[in-house]
Structures are given as C-alpha cells and as structure tokens.
C-alpha cells in the first residue's frame, strides 16, 4: 500500500520566517509534486520532481524553491513566508513512465497559517 | 487561465439518488482524465479514470463520461450514500504525468 506522509499536519509560521515542509513516499516512485489548494482554486501545481536533484517549476512556483536530494524525500521551502501563502500544501508521487499514466497518491497535506 | 472547470462549487442530492458532477476543459490535447475524492483535513485518494480514446468507463457506483466534441466529462454516482459526501476534483493530464486540476465541487448527500 503506497504511502505517502507529510512531516507536519498544521503549521503557524510569522511572515518572514524560512519555513521547511517534507514528504516522504515510501514505493519508489521517480515522481513527485507538490501543490497547495485554495477555496474556490483547486489544487495548483507549485513544483515537481522526476528525478533526485531534479525540478521543475510548476504553475505558481513564485516565492517557492523544493529540493530533492533523494528518491523518497521531497522538501517545499518557503523562503520567506508571506500571508498569501496560508493554505493547505499537499504532496503526491506517481511512477509515471513512457505515456502510460499512473494515478498521483497524495500525503494528509500540511495547514500553514503564516501570521 | 483555468483549463479545467467545475462550475458547481457544491451539490445536494437525497440518498439513493443519482449524482451529477460536472467538468469542462478548454484544452483538446489532454489525454487522460481522472476524478480525485477528497475528505476534510485528508489528502484526495484517486477515484476513477478515462482515457481520451473512450467515452464511459465504469467502477461499481461509479461511472465517468467523456464528450470529447463538447469537452466535456462527467461522473455518476449511483445509488449516492451518505459516505460519498466529500469534495471532488476533476483533473486532466498533460504534458506527460502532471495534472491541472478543477476548482471542485462539494458534494452532500443526506439520508
């Protein structure tokens, strides 16, 4: 069973803080995201993996950075928290590979609240 | 730019009733289609999927369709139970293995 987990379910952070968030998958999978939901926006794309020490910047990457530094550990860094970035931030990984999709498995997700 | 839209932010319907969500998309290159179900204060699990080269594919309650000349999909929920009360997403692949998502919609199905 894929397995999937965040290193905090709820996080108050003051703005200007550095503030780490972590994932850790435990099936091997290449891929991994990380994305924040809004009331009313979905789920957006902040940045993804497909490989270590692979990223690429998704669809609102803007005051974000992530590193990967091995397979299973994904980090989403905030380097200087803003209030507009209070949300929940979900990560997922998928073993996507050569046109054939494979469903995203996502963590509990993280509740940030930034003062 | 949003791609993919779920203009019912939220749905009632009456236990062992027919549910209806609703997904359209602008963007004709999108090959794979999935719906995520998701509970408070859990992460979205995957529900069902189609591909681009069908029009209905079926899981149990659950049926998804695909009107690729409307752009257009939908999922079924039959017979709705209380425990399918949850938000769900509609999301469509692209440019191989990332997904754009919908705004969702809440659905509440009472007894």
């Known amino acids: 069973d894929v397995k999937v987990t965040q290193s905090s379910r709820y996080l108050v952070k003051r703005t200007g803080e550095k503030v780490f968030l972590e994932c850790v998958q435990d099936m091997d999978h290449e891929n991994m995201f990380w994305y924040r939901q809004d009331p009313g926006l979905g789920l957006r794309l902040i940045y993804f993996?497909?490989?270590?020490?692979?990223?690429e910047k998704g669809d609102i990457p803007e005051g974000y950075s992530v590193s990967r530094e091995k397979k299973e550990r994904f980090s989403l860094i905030l380097e200087s928290a803003s209030t507009n970035q209070t949300s929940m931030y979900l990560c997922?990984?998928?073993?996507?590979?050569?046109?054939?999709?494979?469903?995203?498995?996502f963590g509990p997700g993280t509740r940030l609240t930034v003062l | 730019d949003q791609q993919v839209k779920q203009n019912s932010p939220s749905l009632s319907v009456q236990e062992g009733r027919i549910s209806i969500l609703n997904c359209d998309y602008t963007n004709s290159m999108f090959d794979y289609f999935l719906w995520y179900k998701k509970y408070p204060a859990e992460g979205p699990t995957f529900l069902i999927s189609i591909s681009s080269i069908k029009d209905k594919n079926e899981d149990g309650r659950f049926t998804v369709f695909l009107n690729k000349s409307a752009k257009h999909l939908s999922l079924h929920i039959v017979p709705s139970q209380p425990g399918d009360s949850a938000v769900y997403f509609c999301a469509a692949d692209y440019q191989g293995g990332k997904l754009i998502f919908g705004q969702g919609t809440e659905l509440s199905v009472k007894p």
């Open positions: 993996s497909y490989d270590v020490k692979m990223k």
């Open positions: 997922a990984s998928t073993d996507y590979s050569g046109g054939i999709y494979n469903e995203q498995f």
